[in-house]
């Protein structure tokens, strides 16, 4: 677990994380990245039995995990956000489970919301020109639920069955220590947003299949430590433009890239008309100006690290 700022949250993660794992023995690595609300202070005090690594700095998301890993003696590691209650049962299920499909390499499980609404963030498939292509010119958001317009997505399938996924969210992430070791973790360019789909569709190359259980739930907040929608969205699609210069054919990358372009175009005057007729719709309107003029940022993807 990576932490960053979230000292009530990491504190309910753990106490749900004991109460509700029954059968599974685990050893468990919170890294804090230089909190400034007492958080490792905090989890020393309530979880002594925990292995706190307290960092100076604040490392990220990714480099924050392969430096956790690096302590894990285990044949398994589960990647669990600090804003995450793991329901009764979860870690056993995703155990069992992940030892029953070895040929997925990487599992996960379903994730909802606290008032037990699906989230459906648990799983993705990955990003592909015509995911781009329905996403820049409005497919998506017009038709959310379209197995067809919402690829990535896939549509309006309810997490609650069995399913092989291009990625699983590093929010509730199984993998072999083994296969964490072939692929060298998380790759350090992606500092935060990305990183797993990085590393599933890294695994996904080598001929796994990840793969999503319905039996293991937790409850996700989504986002808890990033406080500004804005920030939040540029790191986003920061990742995604970067994915695609990673995971796509060399000759497919430019067209992506155009077509992020034009998403984050087209999102800006869109906004901005809405606005202009619904006052109400303004502080939407001002992050999305805002995302629009990072946009020499985002466009240019994460550099190799």
């Not at 979880?47 to 990714?62: D, M, R």
């Not at 569709?201 to 990840?210: E, M």
Request: hydrophobic letters at 45%.
């Amino acid at each position: 677990m990576v932490s960053y700022n979230t000292r009530a949250l990491t504190l309910k993660c753990l106490e749900t994380l004991y109460a509700n794992t029954h059968d599974t023995r685990f050893h468990a690595i919170v890294l804090d990245n230089a909190s400034e609300d007492g958080t490792p202070e905090a989890v020393a005090r309530a979880f002594p039995q925990v292995e706190l690594i307290e960092s100076t700095e604040n490392l990220g998301f990714a480099q924050g995990n392969n430096v956790a890993a690096t302590r894990a003696t285990t044949d398994w590691l589960l990647l669990l956000n600090p804003d995450t209650e793991v329901h009764d049962g979860a870690i056993d299920a995703l155990l069992k489970f992940s030892q029953a499909h070895p040929e997925a390499g990487i599992t996960g499980g379903r994730t909802v919301f606290p008032d037990g609404r699906l989230n459906i963030a648990s799983c993705w498939m990955r990003i592909t020109p015509w995911s781009v292509f329905c996403l820049a010119t409005g497919l998506t958001a017009a038709f959310p639920r379209s197995a067809i317009f919402n690829t990535e997505a896939m549509g309006a399938w309810k997490r609650d069955s069995v399913r092989h996924v291009n990625i699983v969210s590093g929010c509730f992430l199984m993998i072999p220590r083994t296969l964490w070791a072939a692929l060298g973790g998380f790759n350090l360019k992606y500092f935060m947003y990305g990183e797993e789909a990085d590393l599933c569709l890294r695994a996904g190359a080598l001929g796994y299949r990840p793969m999503i259980t319905p039996d293991a739930q937790i409850m996700h907040l989504v986002g808890a430590a990033t406080a500004r929608l804005a920030d939040k969205t540029v790191m986003v699609n920061r990742a995604r433009v970067t994915l695609i210069r990673d995971h796509w054919p060399a000759w497919q990358v430019p067209a992506g890239i155009a077509m992020m372009w034009l998403w984050g175009a087209s999102r800006r005057v869109a906004s901005a008309a809405v606005a202009a007729a619904v006052p109400g719709y303004r502080p939407k309107a001002r992050k999305w100006a805002e995302v629009w003029a990072k946009r020499d940022v985002w466009l240019k993807g994460y550099p190799d690290a």
